[in-house]
Protein backbone atom coordinates (compact mmCIF):
# COMPACT_ATOMS: atom_id res chain seq x y z
CA UNK A 1 0.00 0.00 0.00
CA UNK A 2 1.46 3.24 -1.00
CA UNK A 3 2.05 5.72 2.23
CA UNK A 4 0.00 8.86 2.39
CA UNK A 5 1.49 11.46 0.45
CA UNK A 6 3.49 9.86 -1.36
CA UNK A 7 3.28 8.93 -5.36
CA UNK A 8 2.45 5.50 -6.54
CA UNK A 9 5.26 4.24 -7.64
CA UNK A 10 3.30 3.19 -11.17
CA UNK A 11 3.01 6.09 -11.86
CA UNK A 12 3.98 7.76 -15.20
CA UNK A 13 6.85 10.04 -14.44
CA UNK A 14 5.68 14.01 -15.58
CA UNK A 15 6.70 14.76 -19.11
CA UNK A 16 8.79 17.67 -20.02
CA UNK A 17 8.93 20.11 -22.52
CA UNK A 18 11.75 21.68 -24.97
CA UNK A 19 12.81 22.71 -28.50
CA UNK A 20 15.34 20.85 -30.45
CA UNK A 21 18.10 23.19 -30.60
CA UNK A 22 21.24 21.24 -32.54
CA UNK A 23 21.04 17.23 -34.21
CA UNK A 24 23.54 15.48 -36.11
CA UNK A 25 21.99 13.43 -38.14
CA UNK A 26 25.23 11.68 -39.09
CA UNK A 27 25.86 10.32 -35.27
CA UNK A 28 22.03 10.08 -34.63
CA UNK A 29 21.51 12.20 -31.56
CA UNK A 30 21.03 16.17 -30.64
CA UNK A 31 19.89 18.15 -27.56
CA UNK A 32 16.75 20.23 -25.99
CA UNK A 33 16.57 23.04 -24.42
CA UNK A 34 14.09 22.29 -21.56
CA UNK A 35 11.26 25.23 -21.28
CA UNK A 36 11.78 25.47 -17.75
CA UNK A 37 15.30 27.31 -18.54
CA UNK A 38 17.37 24.13 -17.18
CA UNK A 39 20.46 22.67 -19.09
CA UNK A 40 20.18 20.67 -22.42
CA UNK A 41 18.97 17.26 -22.96
CA UNK A 42 20.82 14.77 -24.87
CA UNK A 43 18.32 13.43 -27.26
CA UNK A 44 19.45 10.18 -29.59
CA UNK A 45 17.14 8.72 -32.63
CA UNK A 46 16.10 5.60 -30.63
CA UNK A 47 14.41 8.03 -28.06
CA UNK A 48 11.82 9.58 -30.56
CA UNK A 49 9.05 7.15 -31.03
CA UNK A 50 8.69 5.84 -34.28
CA UNK A 51 4.85 6.40 -35.29
CA UNK A 52 5.10 10.08 -36.68
CA UNK A 53 8.22 10.35 -36.16
CA UNK A 54 10.00 13.75 -37.26
CA UNK A 55 13.01 15.44 -36.56
CA UNK A 56 13.60 18.73 -37.19
CA UNK A 57 15.32 21.59 -35.12
CA UNK A 58 13.40 24.22 -33.95
CA UNK A 59 10.64 22.38 -33.43
CA UNK A 60 8.95 21.35 -29.65
CA UNK A 61 8.87 18.11 -27.90
CA UNK A 62 7.72 16.72 -25.41
CA UNK A 63 9.92 13.86 -23.05
CA UNK A 64 10.34 12.16 -20.17
CA UNK A 65 13.77 12.88 -18.19
CA UNK A 66 15.90 10.19 -17.61
CA UNK A 67 19.43 10.19 -15.69
CA UNK A 68 21.82 8.03 -16.50
CA UNK A 69 24.39 6.54 -14.99
CA UNK A 70 27.07 9.03 -15.94
CA UNK A 71 24.47 12.05 -14.27
CA UNK A 72 23.67 13.07 -17.86
CA UNK A 73 20.01 14.19 -18.93
CA UNK A 74 18.90 11.70 -21.06
CA UNK A 75 15.32 12.23 -23.08
CA UNK A 76 12.99 9.08 -23.69
CA UNK A 77 9.60 8.49 -25.01
CA UNK A 78 10.41 11.86 -27.30
CA UNK A 79 7.11 12.70 -29.35
CA UNK A 80 6.63 16.25 -31.19
CA UNK A 81 4.38 18.08 -28.99
CA UNK A 82 1.29 19.83 -31.17
CA UNK A 83 0.04 23.16 -29.35
CA UNK A 84 -3.64 22.97 -28.45
CA UNK A 85 -6.19 24.64 -30.89
CA UNK A 86 -6.90 28.28 -29.09
CA UNK A 87 -10.56 29.42 -29.74
CA UNK A 88 -11.29 32.93 -30.40
CA UNK A 89 -11.03 35.40 -27.84
CA UNK A 90 -13.86 36.94 -25.94
CA UNK A 91 -13.98 40.23 -28.01
CA UNK A 92 -13.77 37.89 -30.97
CA UNK A 93 -16.60 35.76 -29.73
CA UNK A 94 -18.87 39.15 -29.16
CA UNK A 95 -17.86 40.18 -32.31
CA UNK A 96 -18.47 37.19 -34.34
CA UNK A 97 -21.89 36.25 -32.60
CA UNK A 98 -23.19 40.05 -32.48
CA UNK A 99 -22.62 40.62 -36.25
CA UNK A 100 -25.56 38.62 -37.02
CA UNK A 101 -27.67 41.35 -35.24
CA UNK A 102 -26.71 43.64 -38.05
CA UNK A 103 -29.55 42.32 -39.73
CA UNK A 104 -32.02 43.98 -37.87
CA UNK A 105 -30.87 47.88 -37.54
CA UNK A 106 -30.62 47.05 -41.53
CA UNK A 107 -33.78 46.18 -41.89
CA UNK A 108 -35.13 48.98 -40.06
CA UNK A 109 -32.91 51.37 -42.03
CA UNK A 110 -34.68 49.67 -44.82
CA UNK A 111 -38.22 49.74 -43.69
CA UNK A 112 -37.45 53.67 -42.62
CA UNK A 113 -36.42 54.16 -46.48
CA UNK A 114 -39.22 52.57 -47.83
CA UNK A 115 -41.87 54.40 -45.29
CA UNK A 116 -40.28 57.89 -46.54
CA UNK A 117 -40.74 56.89 -50.26
CA UNK A 118 -44.80 55.29 -50.19
CA UNK A 119 -47.20 55.32 -47.12
CA UNK A 120 -46.48 51.66 -45.01
CA UNK A 121 -49.31 50.47 -43.12
CA UNK A 122 -48.99 49.87 -39.36
CA UNK A 123 -50.61 46.34 -39.68
CA UNK A 124 -46.64 45.35 -40.91
CA UNK A 125 -45.23 46.43 -37.54
CA UNK A 126 -48.08 44.82 -35.66
CA UNK A 127 -47.39 41.60 -37.66
CA UNK A 128 -43.58 41.69 -37.03
CA UNK A 129 -44.45 42.33 -33.39
CA UNK A 130 -46.73 39.64 -33.00
CA UNK A 131 -44.94 37.08 -34.78
CA UNK A 132 -41.31 37.95 -33.14
CA UNK A 133 -42.69 37.41 -30.08
CA UNK A 134 -44.38 33.98 -30.93
CA UNK A 135 -41.42 33.14 -32.86
CA UNK A 136 -38.97 33.46 -30.08
CA UNK A 137 -41.34 31.50 -27.78
CA UNK A 138 -41.26 28.59 -30.10
CA UNK A 139 -37.51 28.69 -30.10
CA UNK A 140 -37.70 28.40 -26.46
CA UNK A 141 -40.13 25.89 -26.05
CA UNK A 142 -37.71 23.66 -28.32
CA UNK A 143 -34.71 24.06 -26.56
CA UNK A 144 -36.67 23.04 -23.53
CA UNK A 145 -38.36 20.04 -25.40
CA UNK A 146 -34.92 18.99 -26.92
CA UNK A 147 -33.29 18.73 -23.24
CA UNK A 148 -36.51 16.82 -21.88
CA UNK A 149 -36.36 14.76 -24.46
CA UNK A 150 -40.22 15.64 -25.48
CA UNK A 151 -41.97 16.46 -28.47
CA UNK A 152 -40.48 19.26 -30.33
CA UNK A 153 -42.00 22.21 -32.51
CA UNK A 154 -41.33 21.62 -35.70
CA UNK A 155 -38.35 23.36 -37.97
CA UNK A 156 -40.55 24.01 -40.61
CA UNK A 157 -43.33 25.90 -38.20
CA UNK A 158 -39.80 27.95 -36.29
CA UNK A 159 -38.82 28.65 -40.24
CA UNK A 160 -42.05 29.88 -41.38
CA UNK A 161 -42.41 31.63 -38.77
CA UNK A 162 -39.70 33.73 -39.12
CA UNK A 163 -40.62 34.11 -42.96
CA UNK A 164 -44.05 35.20 -41.70
CA UNK A 165 -41.89 38.50 -40.32
CA UNK A 166 -40.83 36.62 -36.81
CA UNK A 167 -37.32 36.21 -37.77
CA UNK A 168 -35.66 38.99 -35.52
CA UNK A 169 -37.36 37.24 -32.15
CA UNK A 170 -36.10 33.84 -34.08
CA UNK A 171 -32.49 35.19 -34.39
CA UNK A 172 -32.69 36.99 -30.22
CA UNK A 173 -33.89 33.48 -29.67
CA UNK A 174 -31.24 31.62 -31.34
CA UNK A 175 -28.59 34.01 -28.95
CA UNK A 176 -30.65 33.90 -25.61
CA UNK A 177 -31.16 30.36 -25.85
CA UNK A 178 -27.97 28.54 -27.85
CA UNK A 179 -30.16 26.69 -30.11
CA UNK A 180 -30.36 26.44 -33.78
CA UNK A 181 -26.86 27.81 -33.99
CA UNK A 182 -25.00 25.00 -35.18
CA UNK A 183 -26.85 22.72 -37.54
CA UNK A 184 -25.84 24.04 -40.77
CA UNK A 185 -28.75 23.23 -42.84
CA UNK A 186 -31.29 25.24 -40.76
CA UNK A 187 -29.09 28.13 -40.59
CA UNK A 188 -28.90 28.18 -44.15
CA UNK A 189 -32.52 28.16 -44.43
CA UNK A 190 -33.16 30.77 -41.89
CA UNK A 191 -31.38 33.61 -43.51
CA UNK A 192 -32.80 32.01 -46.58
CA UNK A 193 -36.58 32.97 -45.09
CA UNK A 194 -34.81 36.50 -43.72
CA UNK A 195 -33.99 37.33 -47.12
CA UNK A 196 -37.08 36.20 -48.78
CA UNK A 197 -38.96 38.17 -46.23
CA UNK A 198 -37.30 41.25 -46.48
CA UNK A 199 -37.69 41.72 -50.05
CA UNK A 200 -41.09 40.65 -49.60
CA UNK A 201 -42.00 43.80 -47.89
CA UNK A 202 -40.42 45.79 -50.00
CA UNK A 203 -42.34 44.51 -53.22
CA UNK A 204 -45.50 44.47 -51.48
CA UNK A 205 -45.33 47.73 -50.05
CA UNK A 206 -44.04 49.59 -53.40
CA UNK A 207 -46.57 47.51 -54.97
CA UNK A 208 -49.40 48.41 -52.97
CA UNK A 209 -48.63 52.56 -53.65
CA UNK A 210 -48.87 52.17 -56.99
Known sequence: MTPPGRPSESAAPPRSRGRLVSWNDERGFGFL??????????????AFVKE??????????????????????KAKRVTLYTAPKQGPGLAAKILQRGARFLVIPAFIFIALAVATSVPVSPN???IYAVASFTCF????????????????VSETVLLLLGLA????????????FRHKTQKK?????FWMSV??????????????AR
Open 33 to 46: APEDGSGDVFAHAN
Open 52 to 73: GRHIEVGLTYEFSLEIAADGRR
Open 124 to 126: WWL
Open 137 to 152: IGYGLDKRAAENKRWR
Open 165 to 176: GGWPGGLIGQEV
Open 185 to 189: TFRTL
Open 195 to 208: AINMAAFVQLNVFA
